[in-house]
């Protein structure tokens, strides 16, 4: 791709959270792919915070595509669904605006049957916290098809044929992907703008 510049816009499934930083997707990109890519993860960034950095970030290089990922930490927040693809959606009118192509993750799946995690009980639970990430996944996907947005549906790759949540790709706490979740996350992105 001729003047290729990648932004990747998101939270800590995007900065790489826990793992080596050397295998994390954004920079398996950089490095085997030689991709002009910039990771704008910040862990326990919602998708506000993404919304409100976007500007400033666009400043600051010429990007031709940016994928953004992000809105689970909104959902452990109470967040509603309809507020957190608000967000989302005015991310992508300003990049349409801006004529830079967007594509959107839709996060994998919670590993309520492994997390170590014991801070979701204001969700009654880590079982109804991953109903409530399916839930918001659910709508995320219906709004990208519905605004012809190109996705990533990661939820398909994180779950087996059986729709049991594949553990061997997360970390202890259930929520972010290990070496192996990243991975398979570079493989699915790389093969997203090999389409474009």
């Not at 919304?51 to 509603?80: C, Q, W």
């Amino acid at each position: 791709m001729e003047k290729f510049r990648l932004m990747c816009l998101g939270d800590s499934l995007t900065e790489g959270y826990d793992i080596d930083p050397r295998d994390c997707w954004v920079n398996l990109l950089r490095e085997r792919e030689g991709w002009d890519v910039t990771n704008a993860g910040i862990s326990g960034d919602m998708t506000a915070g993404m919304l409100a950095r976007l500007p400033l970030a666009l400043e600051k290089k010429e990007y031709t595509h940016v994928f953004i990922m992000g809105g689970t930490n909104d959902v452990e927040f109470g967040l509603s669904p309809n507020i957190v693809i608000s967000n989302i959606k005015a991310a992508i009118r300003q990049l349409r605006h801006h004529g830079i192509h967007c594509a959107v993750g839709i996060p994998m799946p919670f590993d309520d049957k492994k997390t170590n995690l014991t801070h979701f009980e204001y969700v009654s639970g880590g079982t109804e916290y991953s109903k409530k990430i399916d839930e918001y996944c659910d709508e995320l996907r219906s709004f990208l098809e519905d605004d012809e947005t190109a996705f990533v549906d990661f939820r398909e790759f994180f779950k087996d044929v059986n729709g049991r949540v594949r553990s061997q790709l997360f970390l202890a706490d259930g929520v972010h992907p290990n070496r192996d979740g990243h991975e398979l996350v570079y493989g699915k992105i790389l093969k997203c703008y090999s389409k474009l």
